[in-house]
């Protein structure tokens, strides 16, 4: 039997803007201290972490691996390329699903003060790969993440 892989390619950037009622540094905090990104960072109790690790500094790498509850294993595997205190984060990342590469994407998350408040941009350039994965569905989970970081910012005000 002939198993071959239509091999395909979509390239797409989203833009995600939020405003957070918290000053910059604890968003901030939030996104840099790995216990602090530990507590809104994650797939909740559907999925069970076997590997998580989070090094903020250039050339640091992030890992979150493991299985989904009666679902494919998932792996998440970042670097970061640049770091302006307090105001960008760049990094990579890379994501699989049982065995196979989704995707491959370049982050800015930027920040700004807005009185007493955050506004955060965060764009994503992607590439997904073998119709494994969909744009909308990655943009619907980057915005759910971003939703569970205003919720962990609002519990701390």
């Not at 999925?47 to 050339?59: I, L, P, W, Y």
């Not at 009666?70 to 065995?99: A, E, H």
């Not at 995707?103 to 997904?128: F, M, N």
């Amino acid at each position: 039997m002939n198993h071959t892989i239509e091999r395909s390619q979509v390239h797409a950037t989203f833009v995600i803007e939020r405003s957070y009622p918290a000053p910059v540094e604890a968003v901030w905090r939030a996104l840099s201290e790995s216990d602090a990104r530990d507590e809104w960072f994650n797939a909740g109790s559907a999925f069970d972490a076997d590997e998580k690790s989070h090094d903020f500094r250039v050339g640091g790498h992030g890992t979150e691996e493991g299985q989904w509850h009666d679902g494919p294993r998932s792996k998440f595997r970042s670097t970061y390329t640049d770091i302006v205190d307090l105001q960008r984060i760049v990094f990579t990342y890379d994501m699989w699903v049982d065995g196979r590469h989704l995707s491959t994407s370049l982050t800015t998350i930027a920040l700004e003060p807005d009185g007493d408040q955050t506004r955060l941009t965060y764009t994503e350039q992607g590439v997904h790969f073998d119709g494994l994965d969909s744009v909308e569905g990655r943009e619907e989970g980057s915005r759910g993440l971003l939703d569970q970081l205003g919720s962990y910012l609002a519990s701390r005000n």
